[in-house]
C-alpha cells in the first residue's frame, strides 16, 4: 500500500498521546463486515457502510474500498458518464490511476495518494475511469470512494472539484514512529488536511507498523468510524479485534484508539485503517441511487431534472461533428 510514504518519519510532527486522567475513550459500539458487490461497469467493490444505521453513520452516507485487484491487459473497468445531487464524492486512490471528467469541467487523473473531492451539490454528471494505459497495460488497482451528505441549506450548492495531491496531506506520527498518519481532511491535533468540506468532518488514512498503537485525539462533537483497509489489530480499551474488510463505529469520547498486532499475514505486513469522522448533520435522509436529498419528492425532482438535462450536459468530444453525418450507401459500396 504506497499511498504517501516517508523516508524517516522521526522528522515528522508528532500526534500527543492523550491525557488518560481527562481523555474520554471511545469504546466499540459496534463491528461489521464489508460485503462485496460489484460498482459501474464490473470493478470489485466492499460495501464498508452495509448493515450499518444511517444514524451511526451521519453526515456520511455511503463507502466503498475498490479492489484491491490486480488486472490482466484489457480488464480495468470503471463507471458510465452518471448523475449526483444532493451530496460529495471524495474518491481517494492507494494503487492505481484513475481519471475523472464531469460536466462542470473538473476533472483530472488521480494515482498513489491523491484525493479527487467532487461537490455534487445542484447537480453533475461525472465520469471515473481507468485511463487508456492502465486499460492496456493492466496493472494494481485500489481505492475508496466515500460519500458526504449535505444539510439542506447546502445541497443546492454550486458543483465544485477539488484535485488534491498525495504531497498536499498532513503527514503525522505517534510519539513512538510505529504509525504514520496522513490527514487527507480536517484536523488531527492541530495539524489540519488539504480537503474542504461543507459538512464539519476529519479523514485520515493511517498505517501501524507490527505491534504498533496509535491513540487520536477526537472532536466530541464528531462521530467516529474505523474501518480496516488491511492487516489486523485492536481497537478501544477493551481491545476488541478487528481485520480486513471490517468497520467499527465508536461511542462517544474526545480520544480513540487502535493497535496492530504484533504478527501479520505476508501480504498485509502493515495495519492500514481509515479513521472518519464528522458533525451528524441530522436531518431526515431520502436517498435513491445517485441522489441524496431530505425528502422523497426531492428525489422525485432530481430524477426528472436528470432526464430532462437539468444536471448537465456531457462535455462534447473536440473536432467531432456537432450535427448528423450520414453517409451515402449505395456511393459508399461502388468502388468505382
Known amino acids: 500500500m504506497p499511498a504517501v510514504v516517508v523516508e524517516d518519519i522521526t522528522v515528522l510532527p508528532r500526534i500527543p498521546a492523550p491525557d488518560p486522567a481527562v481523555a474520554q475513550e471511545r469504546t466499540v459500539r459496534s463491528i ?18 452495509a448493515g450499518v444505521a444511517l444514524e451511526d453513520l451521519d453526515p456520511f452516507v455511503h463507502l466503498d474500498q475498490m479492489g484491491e485487484v490486480e488486472y490482466a491487459p484489457g480488464e480495468p473497468k470503471g463507471t458510465p458518464w452518471h448523475p449526483h445531487r444532493g451530496f460529495e464524492t471524495v474518491t481517494y486512490m492507494i494503487d492505481g490511476t484513475f481519471e475523472h471528467q464531469d460536466s462542470n469541467g473538473g476533472g483530472g487523473l488521480i494515482t498513489n495518494g491523491d484525493t479527487q473531492w467532487m461537490t455534487a451539490g445542484s447537480g453533475i454528471l461525472h465520469i471515473e475511469k481507468p485511463p487508456e494505459a492502465l486499460v492496456l497495460s493492466g496493472g494494481l488497482f485500489h481505492g475508496f470512494q466515500l460519500w458526504v451528505n449535505l444539510p439542506a441549506d447546502q445541497k443546492w450548492s454550486a458543483p465544485r472539484y477539488q484535485d488534491i495531491r498525495a504531497q498536499e496531506v498532513a503527514l503525522l506520527s505517534s510519539p513512538d514512529g510505529g504509525a504514520l498518519v496522513r490527514v487527507i481532511a480536517g484536523e488531527v491535533a492541530g495539524h489540519a488536511g488539504p480537503g474542504s468540506t461543507y459538512s464539519p468532518m476529519t479523514l485520515v488514512h493511517a498505517t501501524l507498523s507490527p505491534g504498533a498503537r496509535l491513540a487520536l485525539p477526537w472532536r466530541p462533537d464528531y462521530n467516529a468510524l474505523v474501518y480496516v483497509m488491511a492487516g489486523q489489530g485492536s481497537i478501544g480499551t477493551d481491545g476488541r479485534p478487528i481485520a480486513t474488510g471490517q468497520l467499527a463505529v465508536l461511542g462517544p469520547g474526545d480520544a480513540l484508539t487502535v493497535s496492530a498486532s504484533t504478527h501479520q499475514e505476508q501480504r498485509s505486513p502493515t495495519l492500514d485503517v481509515l479513521v472518519l469522522g464528522g458533525r451528524p448533520i441530522r436531518e431526515p435522509v431520502a436517498w435513491m441511487g445517485p441522489f441524496v436529498m431530505n425528502t422523497r419528492e426531492e428525489v422525485l425532482q432530481a430524477v426528472a431534472d436528470y432526464q430532462a ?28
Open 309 to 336: 438535462g437539468r444536471l448537465g450536459s456531457i462535455p462534447a468530444v473536440h473536432n467531432t461533428p456537432s450535427t448528423l453525418i450520414e453517409t451515402d450507401r449505395a456511393a459508399a459500396s461502388d468502388p468505382g
Open 32 to 49: 461489521t463486515n464489508a460485503p462485496h458487490g460489484f460498482e459501474g461497469e464490473g470493478f470489485p467493490v466492499r460495501r464498508a457502510f
